[in-house]
Nanobody, 125 residues
Framework: QVQLVESGGGLVQAGGSLRLSCAAS????????MGWFRQAPGNEREFVAA?????????YYADSVKGRFTISRDNAKNTVYLQMNNLKPEDTAVYYC?????????????????WGQGTQVTVSS
């Protein structure tokens, strides 16, 4: 069984930064792509970023966060990160990390098999 635990959310002013962490249990962390998604009240869950397995050299971002957010991974710590800079009020949401079924990374949430409980990010204007 894989468990994913997010941390690092909070309240920040527009223009500020936060770094989310997602600690994973289990032995398969390195071999799977990881992703971040978010869901704002009244909205559907949406893709934010993904990173491929092992090297983590392939990264994918939603257009809305490109240039502001950076995804990274530390396989030695079984942890994936989401550095969020220049935050905007529209970034307010619950952020979830997820483990992909494959190694390459994907924007489609049905291709992820394990999900964390989520961490709230609130950006005030």
């Amino acid at each position: 069984q894989v468990q994913l635990v997010e941390s690092g959310g909070g309240l920040v002013q527009a223009g500020g930064s936060l770094r989310l962490s997602c600690a994973a249990s289990g032995r398969t962390f390195s071999s799977r792509a990881m992703g971040w998604f978010r869901q704002a009240p009244g909205n559907e869950r949406e893709f934010v970023a993904a990173i491929n397995s092992w090297s983590g050299l392939s990264k994918y971002y939603a257009d809305s966060v490109k240039g502001r957010f950076t995804i990274s991974r530390d396989n030695a710590k079984n942890t994936v990160y989401l550095q969020m800079n220049n935050l905007k009020p529209e970034d307010t949401a619950v952020y979830y990390c997820a483990r992909a079924r494959n190694s390459g990374g994907t924007v489609y949430d049905d291709q992820y098999d394990y999900w964390g409980q989520g961490t709230q990010v609130t950006v005030s204007s």
